[in-house]
């Protein structure tokens, strides 16, 4: 089992950036594949970005492709997520998942196993 503990959300203008952290405890992070979700006020949750256990692949949701990137680092157990030219649509609750898996280089977009309580993020336009 794994717990996930995001961190770095906060208020930002409209164009500015945040990253976000996410650090998981134990000492098999390399064996889960990592993704970031967010949940806005009256939405369902939503698909942000997706890294495979080796860091090698990486996936993202329309919305957010070409301004955020996930990277992780297994020797840290963290998952990041950079977001870049932030808009007040990316307003949400951003939470990390986990899942493991044997394969190093498989993504998931949904079916993650663990979730961290999540961390918010407002962009003010």
């Known amino acids: 089992q794994v717990q996930l503990i995001e961190s770095g959300g906060g208020l930002v203008q409209a164009g500015g950036s945040l990253r976000l952290s996410c650090a998981a405890s134990g000492r098999t992070f390399s064996t889960y594949a990592m993704g970031w979700f967010r949940q806005a006020p009256g939405k369902e949750r939503e698909f942000v970005a997706t890294?495979?256990?080796?860091?090698?692949?990486?996936s993202y949701g329309d919305s957010v492709k070409g301004r955020f990137t996930i990277a992780r680092d297994n020797a840290k157990n963290t998952v990041y997520l950079q977001m870049n030219s932030l808009k007040p649509e990316d307003t949400a609750v951003y939470f990390c998942a986990a899942r493991s898996t044997v394969y190093t280089d498989l993504i998931y977009y949904s079916d993650m196993e663990y979730w961290g309580k999540g961390t918010l993020v407002t962009v003010s336009s």
């Open positions: 890294i495979s256990r080796s860091g090698g692949r990486t």
